[in-house]
């Protein structure tokens, strides 16, 4: 079975200062991973997503993630937070080997960006 | 960018009451999907349809819910006789391709109250 877990129900940071915002995966073949984010009112939008390949993604925003196997985790980060990026953040993952081609949604956690 | 609309944005109703939500997708989508968050919780997946038909369904999908897309255009999800624990922030999603590795589009929600 494919499960994730976002430990923090919220992340503060000052602005200017790096992010992370922490997600873990369980898969029994190799993990699909992707990471969405909510603004207040809006749905959830893709930010990027990890496949194959290079261990570390980059994708919308500026926000960037790094696949961690032995770890088993994928963690969302951001050299230098802005006031505009405080939103929901979920983290999703597949099994390959799931027979499932639904991600599985974390509960996301709340990003908090101080000025 | 293209957006997946729902409606009602919010929806009160008494248990045992029937509710039909709507969604229209993106109109090049032939993936459709709904999902829910209880609040506190993680989303959690409802069902996937493709081609008018349901492709997959999680256990809370019971006899209870249905999915139909009445014209080319809208995505219902019917609940037919609500209880207290539907209550929930339900989101409709779309997608070009299967959920594998294509983004997801979603929807702003709509939230379901059960008095």
């Known amino acids: 079975a494919q499960s994730v877990a976002q430990p923090e129900d919220q992340v503060n940071v000052a602005e200017g200062n790096p992010l992370t915002v922490k997600c873990t995966y369980s898969?029994?073949?190799?993990?699909?991973l992707f990471w969405y984010v909510q603004y207040p009112n809006r749905g959830l939008q893709f930010l990027l997503k990890?496949?194959?390949?290079?261990?570390l993604v980059k994708g919308s925003y500026g926000f960037e993630a790094e696949f961690n196997k032995s770890q088993t985790s994928f963690h969302l980060k951001k050299p230098s937070a802005l006031v505009s990026d405080s939103a929901l953040y979920f983290c999703?993952?597949?099994?390959?080997?799931?027979?499932?081609?639904?991600?599985?949604f974390g509960r996301g956690t709340s990003l908090i960006v101080h000025p | 960018e293209p957006e997946v609309t729902q409606t009602p944005s919010h929806q009160v109703t008494q248990m045992g009451q029937e509710v039909i939500l709507r969604c229209v997708p993106i109109?090049?989508?032939?993936?459709f999907y709904w999902y829910r968050q209880i609040l506190g919780q993680k989303v959690e997946f409802l069902v996937s349809f493709y081609n008018n038909e349901i492709s997959e369904k999680s256990e809370i999908f019971d006899d209870q819910f249905s999915v139909e897309r009445p014209d080319g255009s809208n995505f219902t999800l019917k609940i037919r006789s609500t209880k207290l624990e539907d209550s929930a922030m339900y989101f409709c999603a779309s997608s070009g391709g299967r959920a594998t590795n294509e983004k997801l589009f979603f929807g702003s929600g709509t939230q379901l109250s059960v008095l």
């Open positions: 898969v029994s073949g190799n993990p699909y």
């Open positions: 109109s090049n989508h032939l993936y």
């Open positions: 990890y496949i194959t390949g290079d261990n």
């Open positions: 999703a993952v597949r099994d390959d080997r799931g027979g499932s081609y639904i991600p599985t």
